[in-house]
Structures are given as C-alpha cells and as structure tokens.
T-cell receptor, first 113, second 108 residues
Framework: KAGVTQTPRYLIKTRGQQVTLSCSPI?????VSWYQQTPGQGLQFLFE???????NKGNFPGRFSGRQFSNSRSEMNVSTLELGDSALYLC????????????FGPGTRLTVT | EDQVTQSPEALRLQEGESSSLNCSYT??????LFWYRQDPGKGPEFLFT???AGEEKEKERLKATLTKKESFLHITAPKPEDSATYLC?????????FGTGTKLQVIP
C-alpha cells in the first residue's frame, strides 16, 4: 500500500498570507489527524477528521482550520500567517478508531518570513 | 491531570551498549500506548502498540514493555542506524498525546 502523502513538502510564505496544505491518507484509512511540530513544543495536536467530520480539535487559534473530503483526503488551512507558525506540519492516517496506531506522512515544512 | 513524560531527553550510547528509554503516563483506563521512531526532517514511523500491563513487543534490536505506570523501550546492542528520536504516545480523551521524545545517538 502507498503511504501517506503530503503536498507541498516545502513552503515559504510571508506574514499575513494564508496557506493550504494537503494530505492523502493510506487507502482504506478513514481518520486523518494533523500535528504541528516545532523544536520547542514537540508534536502538538491540531485536529482530527473522520468521515468528513471534525471529531477533535487541539488548542490552536481559529486561524487554523481543516476539512476532509469524501475520499478521505484532507486539507488544512492557516490564515493570516505569523512568524510563530513556522513548523513542520504532519498528517497522520489511521484505520478509524482514535486509539489505533497512526501512520505519518513526510510532513510539510512551512517557513514564514 | 493526564500526562505523558519521556526520559531521558537525550541519550548517547556507544555501539553495542544496551540501554532503556522510559515513557511514564498518568492516565486512568489506558487504551493503548504507542512507540514511534522519528528521523530528522521526517514524519514519525510507527513501531509498536501495547495494550495491557505485562505485554511485550519486539522488533530487531528493540523491545517495548508496559507496566501500569510506564513503558520501556529497550535497545539491545544498538547500531549507529538506530540513532533517532523515539516518541511514545497515549490516547487521552479522544486524541493522541505525544511525549517530547528521547533523542538517541549511537556512536560507532
């Protein structure tokens, strides 16, 4: 099976702009989670989608949003970018239950200047 | 408060020098504990799932064990290619919470 894919892999944006990141889960996986990883904070949970519904959301401002499509592919959007949003954004898919193991994509490295 | 704590933060071993990484948790009603390996600039790679105290899982030089309060990742005779950050994670509520990881460096 193909693994989780994320596009783009690298992105450079300017403060105030917005960005959309894409994730394609492993075939058959219905749950997609998003994480932000920074050297200081580690892996921080952003949100999780299952069957096009957001089931859980982490402690991030409303500038961070996401959605899931009927084919389980997911996108996340960050509006009004801040310097502190520079991070590795990781997508993970799992078969369905929240206590299943997760399979991660390679991540999107976002740099905000 | 539910928490996941890993120690040590960093560990430097000589090739062949066995050691253990610790993941302690304070969760009522554990529904699973996961171990991942992460190489620099890449996404975490799933290693093991443990569900109940006393359970053990092995993969090559790695063995994960679970008690009621903590999990250990034992590394036997490590090689330089085992150098990575090892993360543990626990379902807390309806999301998965990760520890901050142990950065392992194995010196040839």
């Amino acid at each position: 099976k193909a693994g989780v894919t994320q596009t783009p892999r690298y992105l450079i944006k300017t403060r105030g702009q917005q960005v959309t990141l894409s994730c394609s889960p492993i075939s058959g996986h219905r749950s997609v989670s998003w994480y932000q990883q920074t050297p200081g904070q580690g892996l921080q949970f952003l949100f999780e989608y299952f069957s096009e519904t957001q089931r859980n959301k982490g402690n991030f401002p409303g500038r961070f949003s996401g959605r899931q499509f009927s084919n389980s592919r997911s996108e996340m959007n960050v509006s009004t970018l801040e310097l502190g949003d520079s991070a590795l954004y990781l997508c993970a898919s799992s078969p369905g239950q929240f206590n299943d193991e997760q399979y991660f994509g390679p991540g999107t490295r976002l740099t905000v200047t | 408060e539910d928490q996941v704590t890993q120690s040590p933060e960093a560990l430097r071993l000589q090739e062949g020098e066995s050691s253990s990484l610790n993941c302690s948790y304070t969760v009522s009603g554990l529904r699973g504990l996961f171990w991942y390996r992460q190489d620099p600039g890449k996404g975490p790679e799933f290693l093991f799932t443990l569900y109940s105290a006393g359970e053990e899982k092995e993969k090559e030089r790695l063995k994960a064990t679970l008690t009621k309060k903590e999990s250990f990742l034992h590394i036997t005779a490590p090689k330089p290619e085992d150098s990575a950050t090892y993360l543990c994670a626990v379902p807390l509520g309806q999301k998965v919470t990760f520890g901050t990881g142990t950065k392992l460096q194995v010196i040839p």
